[in-house]
């Protein structure tokens, strides 16, 4: 099981970090803004002051305690550092001055943008390389689908031990492919990118994002509950995953659905670091067949470019008769590639206090979205970050061209939607014309009531149609899960002790009759 503890751990740490990215952008942005003290001390006792904690004892691993000549000063300026040097989520991120892209978001961005820029190049080298050299390894070892579906499986187990006996709906694996195809056609015809509102890594995080934004937001209103209406249709999504794997069809999503698990196949089709069996020691078990996620047979070597590298079979192998092949091929080129990785921006949601926005701390905190297309930075920003319905909200768009500082003179529309859980988002602002002042696009809105919002801006970038995306939360909407899942709870139990009650009556008297 060694393998096994080790993936766990592997995906464990990337949720961590994947949770952590907005906490550690808001620890950064106190810091910065020299009131963290304050805030710590607000937040005392409140989860979200131990969220704070938390990213601080991360951000502080080896530093010693002392700035300006004072012994056990907090280094302010040291954890300011590295906090800027971690940004984004598994979609996209920025590692320690080295950009990561997933490849899905890399392929859906040429294929809206019709172009492949420089930048997105850079961000792709490392996971490229990766999958050339080792396979689908992404989806066993770093997509948080990884642990849902392990969820799935223990909720499948549970549905057993109550008599529930789950359906086993097989899907064909080349599904997966016509999604892929679909998407990036879809995304070359109209230049909109759908695939990431489907995609586990990239809801993860934009979830996780949504949620630890409006958390400090209302705990610096003194509202400590967590917002769980902050999160939207993404976590629905994946609730819905969860569910049909376990009840239904198991696995089916890496394996069939997926289309980030189809692009990563057939990149990783020819990788150099493979499961290879020695037949000698094979004695026809089947087990490393039955614990197979990807449902392939390591037994036979059919397993062909769906391999995940999860490692699962060597695990259940009883005569190590499976075993990793490395070519030392493999080892240069990767080496070089990292080496190579340069710096470049990654696509991140921020929410920053309002001393970023030119105007004296403390001030209710802005959002902030940063963006790179082609060769111009994009910042947007919403103030105030919590705003309220029926008050007016200003957005404000600010784009460069970092090399040669030309400000973009372009059009540029904002459109605003009501994001609702179980139904369509709802347009009520735009998409409206910016009013230029100075450098700046400035938008005013006013939103109608307590709820969940998304804003979208169009822009021409390099002559191609672009969007940018950020979500926002109004108010203090009440939360839809909570009832939602109440009332799912209560049916589900009804449903499951009726059951019970009539197979165990029926097996008394299948009893008494006989």
């Not at 970050?385 to 372009?410: I, M, N």
């Amino acid at each position: 099981m060694k393998y096994w503890w080790a993936r766990r751990a592997v995906q464990l740490a990337i949720l961590g970090a994947i949770l952590m990215a907005p906490v550690v952008a808001r620890y950064e942005h106190y810091m910065s803004a020299r009131s963290y003290e304050k805030m710590e001390k607000s937040f005392e006792g409140k989860a979200v002051g131990r969220w704070l904690k938390t990213a601080e004892a991360g951000l502080g691993l080896g530093l010693r305690w002392e700035e300006g000549g004072v012994e056990g000063r907090r280094p302010r300026k040291r954890l300011i550092a590295r906090a800027r040097h971690l940004y984004g989520s598994a979609w996209s991120a920025r590692v320690f001055g080295v950009s990561l892209t997933d490849l899905l978001a890399g392929a859906e961005s040429a294929a809206s943008s019709r172009g492949l820029r420089t930048a997105l190049l850079t961000g792709l080298a490392v996971p490229l390389l990766a999958t050339l050299l080792l396979g689908r390894v992404y989806c066993a070892w770093v997509c948080p689908m990884g642990l849902l579906s392990a969820l799935a499986r223990q909720l499948r187990k549970l549905l057993v031990f109550l008599e529930l006996k789950p359906l086993s709906v097989e899907l064909s694996r080349a599904d997966k492919y016509a999604v892929l195809a679909m998407g990036l056609l879809a995304a070359l015809l109209t230049g909109l990118p759908l695939l990431h509102h489907l995609y586990p890594p990239a809801l993860v995080g934009r979830e996780s994002h949504a949620l630890f934004q409006a958390w400090f937001d209302r705990a610096e209103a003194d509202l400590f509950g967590v917002p769980w209406q902050a999160l939207g249709a993404g976590t629905l999504f994946l609730g819905l995953l969860v569910i049909l794997e376990a009840a239904v069809a198991p696995g089916f999503w890496c394996r069939a659905l997926c289309p980030g698990g189809a692009l990563y196949s057939l990149l990783g089709r020819f990788r150099l670091v493979r499961v290879a069996r020695v037949k000698a020691a094979c004695i026809d078990c089947l087990l490393c067949d039955k614990v197979c996620p990807m449902g392939l047979s390591p037994m036979t070597d059919r397993t062909g470019m769906e391999c995940d590298n999860c490692l699962a079979c060597l695990d259940a192998c009883p005569t190590d008769a499976l075993k990793v092949r490395v070519s030392a091929k493999a080892v240069a080129p990767l080496a070089a590639l990292i080496l190579m990785a340069a710096p470049a921006a990654a696509h991140h949601i921020l929410g920053i206090p309002h001393y970023a926005y030119e105007k004296e701390w403390p001030q209710a905190p802005v959002l902030k979205l940063v963006e790179k297309v082609g060769e111009w930075e994009i910042q947007l920003t919403g103030y105030p970050g919590r705003p309220k319905p029926g008050v007016r909200a200003d957005v404000t768009v600010y784009a460069w061209e970092p090399e040669s500082g030309r400000v973009y003179e372009g059009e540029m529309r904002l459109e605003a939607a009501e994001v609702r859980a179980l139904a369509g988002p709802r347009t009520f602002y735009g998409p409206e014309l910016s009013r230029p002042n100075g450098t700046l696009q400035k938008f005013a809105l006013v939103y109608p009531r307590d709820g969940n919002y998304e804003l979208t801006l169009h822009l021409r970038a390099g002559g191609v149609a672009s969007t940018l995306r950020f979500p926002i939360v109004v108010g203090d909407p009440p939360s839809p899960w909570k009832g939602l899942g109440l009332g799912a709870g209560a049916f589900g139990l009804f449903f499951v002790v009726v059951r019970a009650v009539r197979i165990k009556k029926a097996r008394r008297e299948a009893r008494g009759v006989a």
